[in-house]
Structures are given as structure tokens and as C-alpha cells.
């Protein structure tokens, strides 16, 4: 091929590939210009040579699409969010402690460790049978509709980071026992509690009175008796055996003349039979040996009797664990929580009513449990029982359902728990478990 028409040919391709890039430019991003930015010329400048439909309303929609949206500042004030995040709740807890006096006398202290007032009201429960004889300024005594207990109750505004100190001192009882009188701090609506505590008050002289009681070893004194003779017999006739094993003194040895002295020739013996202990020394050892094992066994049976609970109601399905019965106040340990029963009311009236209980419940396993609110029963006096009434659970517990979700290892709450019993009866016992396999445990209420 002649120089020329190669020459020729590679200008042609220059010049289309030149004229490709010059079409091509045009149709390139706005910002992709060296032309400066409008914020850097005259306002006049810069809207003189905008076209007409710029100038009237900004850029044209084609160059609009065609540049990225760059992300808008932050407004100077936040805008506010249509729900509003609920208030923390009060920080408010409750400690009870015995005083150490002859008759029955409680320090109870409320402290508020939040940023802002609160108004509480405060409740002590009273045993069954005993009254308060000095309350501190602003507490009263009362009767609760539908229960026979009192209580002490104080109407209180605890400041911020304050602590508010309360006294009761209690009647004596006849035989000097232990008085449990629980606490709670109750929201202003009396039903929701903040927190609980109980103390148990003992007279002075209780410690040493148990100190100086009989050992456990007497209580068991028949079973000690009966294997101290059982030994006795046993080693005298160990001792017997003995005396008739002994081997035969050797034979005398004979002089033969002064000064010489030769053991006397043996002579042959009669092969001996071996002795057997006397008829008897065997009957009367082995009549002891039958009384005493069966005197431990029938005091042992009688031990194991004594001790069953013959009124206490049944637990179905109580696999695991020991059922533990106690009163207001008493926690009480089952499989996997411990429960405290510090108070019960009911509505007064004698038809469908609602009973509330005040319930503390901590989880002393080293993982999540769950509990179900039909495993809790209320029974009534005459042997019928109700389970708790889930959704007026969750009503007087702010429409929160405490039993949705497990309680962490370790953790505690005190929540109110509804029965709904038909008649003018109060339920007399309640049973808190918390499983289907768990004994569960069962609290006597006034």
C-alpha cells in the first residue's frame, strides 16, 4: 500500500475519534465544567447569564435530575417526636429493721433516690391479733376492707435524694414470739407498689433461752439407748468367747535331781471339739439385737409421721422440691424462686370481687426462668381455688403482662397479682410455684 493512502487512513481515524469526544462532551454533568461556581461570581454576573427559565425558577428540571442530592444540615433545634419516651420510674426503696426492745418495735426507712418528689403511701402489716401501741407523727392504724389484719399506714412526699424514717412499736405477745411485720411504699393509686421489705422482731432473751436448749442428740436419746445396750451385749459376749479360747497352762515341769531340771515328757491329747456359746447366751442376745432394731425403726416411723403437714392442700405435679408453708412477711424458698407474700385486700362487696396480692418474687438460679400466671392459686375456705386473673394483672401493672417474659438470674421484683373470686368469702391460703415440676410454696393470709 503506498505511504499516502496509510497516511490518509490513520487522519481519518483520528479526526472520528476526535469528533466522537466532541459530541460526547456536551452531554458530560453540569459540575463537571471549569467554569467557577456561582456562590464565587457577582450575584448580577451570575444571574445575567443564566437562561430566562433558570432565572425565574432555579435550574432547569434536565440539569436538576442530573445532579446527586447532596445530604441537608441539621436543623438548629430537633424536631420533637410524636410519642413521647415514658417518664423513668421513682427510684423509691424500703428497708425494715427490728429494734432491740421488749416489745416489738420497727425502724422503717424510705429513701428516694431520684431527681424529683414523690408522693407515696406507706404500709405496714400487722399479725393477726396484735396492735400498734406508738406510731410515728402522720402514721394511723386501719382496718383494709376485706381482711381481718390492721395496718399502719403514713401519707408521705419524699423529697429528692432524701430518706424519710418511720417507728411503730407493737403489743406484746403472751408467749414472747417472733412478731414478722412487713412494709411497702404503694404509688399515689395504692395499688402499684414501689418496693417491700419485712423484719422479724425477737425478744432479747430468745437467743440465749435457744442457746441453752437441749442439743439435737437428746431428741434421739431411745435410738442411743437401744445401740448402747446392743454393744454391751455384744462385747460381753465377745468377752465370753474369749475366756473359753484361752490356751491350756503347760504342763508341770518334773526334777530329775539337783540341779537338772527336764520338762516331763508330753502326753498325747485327745483331739478337743471346738465350743459353741451357750443356748443360753445366744437367745437373749438375739432377742435384744430384734427389740432394738425394731424400736428404732417404729421411732423413726413415728418422727416422719409427726412431721407431714396433714392440712396442707395438695400440689399437683410437685416433683421437685419440698412444699414450705409460712405466713405474711416469711420468704419462702422453693426450686428455682423465693416468694414473700406482704399483703392481701380484697374489694368489699359479695359478689365477683377482685382479690390483689402483693408478691415479691426473686429468681435464685444462675439463669433466666419463666413462670405462668394459672400456676398461681388462691384458695378459698372451702377447698375451691382460683389462678390468677391475667388480664387484671396486667391492668393494675400498667398494662404490662409479668409474665411474657423470664425473670433474669438473680433479679427481683415486687408486683400485685389478682384473684377474681365469686362470693363474699376471701381466699384463706395462696400457692405460688414456679413450675409445673416445682412443690411450690403456700402462704397463709389473713
Known amino acids: 500500500m503506498p505511504a499516502s493512502t496509510r497516511h490518509h487512513r490513520a487522519l481519518a481515524a483520528i479526526v472520528h475519534c476526535v469528533g466522537f469526544l466532541t459530541a460526547a462532551v456536551p452531554a458530560l454533568p453540569a459540575f463537571t465544567t471549569t467554569e467557577p461556581a456561582a456562590a464565587e461570581r457577582p450575584p448580577a454576573v451570575a444571574a445575567a447569564e443564566r437562561p430566562p427559565a433558570v432565572a425565574a425558577a432555579g435550574r432547569p428540571a434536565a440539569v436538576a435530575t442530573a445532579e446527586p442530592t447532596m445530604p441537608s444540615a441539621p436543623p438548629a433545634v430537633p424536631t420533637p417526636t410524636r410519642l413521647a419516651s415514658p ?56 382496718r383494709p376492707g376485706g381482711s381481718t389484719a390492721t395496718e399502719v399506714t403514713w401519707r408521705l412526699r419524699l423529697s429528692p435524694r432524701s430518706t424519710t424514717k418511720l417507728d411503730t412499736t407493737l403489743s406484746s405477745t403472751a408467749a414472747q414470739q417472733p412478731v414478722t411485720a412487713p412494709a411497702c411504699a404503694f404509688a399515689v393509686d395504692g395499688h402499684r407498689p414501689y418496693d417491700c421489705a419485712t423484719a422479724t422482731w425477737t425478744a432479747p432473751g430468745a437467743t440465749a433461752e435457744r442457746s441453752q436448749e437441749s442439743p439435737g442428740w437428746r ?41 537338772r531340771i527336764y520338762p516331763r515328757p508330753a502326753a498325747p491329747r485327745p483331739p478337743t471339739r471346738r465350743r459353741t456359746p451357750p443356748v443360753w447366751l445366744i437367745v437373749p442376745v438375739a432377742a435384744t439385737l430384734l427389740a432394738a432394731t425394731l424400736g428404732t425403726a417404729a421411732w423413726t416411723a413415728t418422727r416422719r409421721v409427726a412431721a407431714i403437714d396433714t392440712d396442707s392442700q395438695p400440689t399437683n405435679g410437685a416433683w421437685k422440691g419440698t412444699g414450705v408453708t409460712g405466713g405474711l412477711g416469711i420468704p419462702l424458698r422453693e426450686d428455682a424462686f ?74 427481683r421484683m415486687v408486683l400485685p397479682l389478682v384473684f377474681t373470686v365469686d362470693g363474699g368469702e376471701a381466699p384463706q391460703r395462696l400457692e405460688l410455684r414456679s413450675g409445673v415440676f416445682s412443690a411450690g410454696v403456700r402462704v397463709d393470709v389473713p
Not at 432491740?100 to 408522693?119: C, H, K, L
Open 219 to 259: 431428741d434421739q436419746a431411745p435410738a442411743l439407748l437401744a445401740g448402747v445396750a446392743v454393744l454391751l451385749v455384744l462385747a460381753g459376749l465377745g468377752f465370753a468367747t474369749w475366756r473359753r479360747r484361752r490356751p491350756p497352762v503347760a504342763a508341770a515341769l518334773a526334777s530329775d535331781g539337783p540341779g
Open 87 to 142: 417518664a423513668p420510674a421513682p427510684k423509691v426503696s424500703v428497708q425494715v429493721a427490728p429494734a432491740s426492745t421488749t416489745q416489738p418495735s420497727y425502724r422503717i426507712e424510705v429513701r428516694n433516690a431520684g431527681n424529683t418528689p414523690v408522693d407515696t403511701t406507706v404500709r405496714q402489716e400487722l399479725p393477726q391479733g396484735v396492735s400498734a401501741t406508738a406510731i410515728s407523727d402522720g402514721g394511723r392504724e386501719v
Open 338 to 411: 423465693e416468694f414473700t407474700v406482704y399483703r392481701m385486700t380484697c374489694d368489699p362487696g359479695r359478689g365477683a370481687r377482685q382479690c390483689q396480692a402483693t408478691v415479691g418474687v426473686r429468681n435464685l438460679t444462675r439463669e433466666h426462668h419463666s413462670w405462668h400466671g394459672k400456676l398461681q392459686r388462691a384458695y378459698l375456705a372451702n377447698g375451691n381455688w382460683v389462678t390468677t386473673d391475667e388480664q387484671a394483672t396486667r391492668q393494675v401493672n400498667q398494662g404490662r403482662d409479668v409474665f411474657a417474659e423470664p425473670m433474669a438470674a438473680g433479679s
